[in-house]
């Protein structure tokens, strides 16, 4: 499956595990419970090996800007924080993923699964999965 698969909007319909997931990321209560309650609008472009992925809540946006097998500053998108990382395709799965200088930042791998989707994250060993149906 190629890149362009993911362009287009997103709407998030359903997450699993996504508690466990903010409490190995160590979050903050005050955040977390903010993440739990949101589901936002993703909107992916794509130019090339060129990825924008921006996440659109009702009290801020996060824009990720990539290019395939190159450096970036990787924004978390729960904390907003930004680090170093670095995003590939492997096999049809976008994947991002931060430094392993990192290790409370989550690895993001993008599946398109029918007509969905789905974004696998992982800190450690505690993963969870959001859908997105196309909006």
């Known amino acids: 499956m190629a890149l362009s698969a993911f362009a287009g909007t997103w709407q998030m319909e359903s997450h699993d595990n996504f508690e466990a997931f903010l409490d190995a990321m160590e979050v903050p209560a005050p955040v977390k419970a903010k993440a739990l309650s949101v589901k936002p ?18 009290e801020r946006t996060i824009e990720q800007k990539l290019t395939l097998g190159e450096v970036f500053d990787l924004v978390n998108p729960v904390t907003g924080q930004t680090r170093k990382g670095i995003a590939s395709m492997e096999g049809s799965t976008l994947v991002v993923k931060p430094g392993e200088q990192y290790p409370k930042e989550p690895k993001s791998c993008y599946d398109i699964v029918g007509d969905k989707m789905v974004c696998t994250m992982s800190v450690g060993d505690v993963s969870c999965k959001r859908t997105f149906a196309k909006a």
Request: glycine share 12%; no cysteine.
């Open 41 to 58: 609008t993703a909107e992916v472009a794509v130019d090339g090996n060129n990825v924008s992925i921006k996440l659109i809540g009702p």
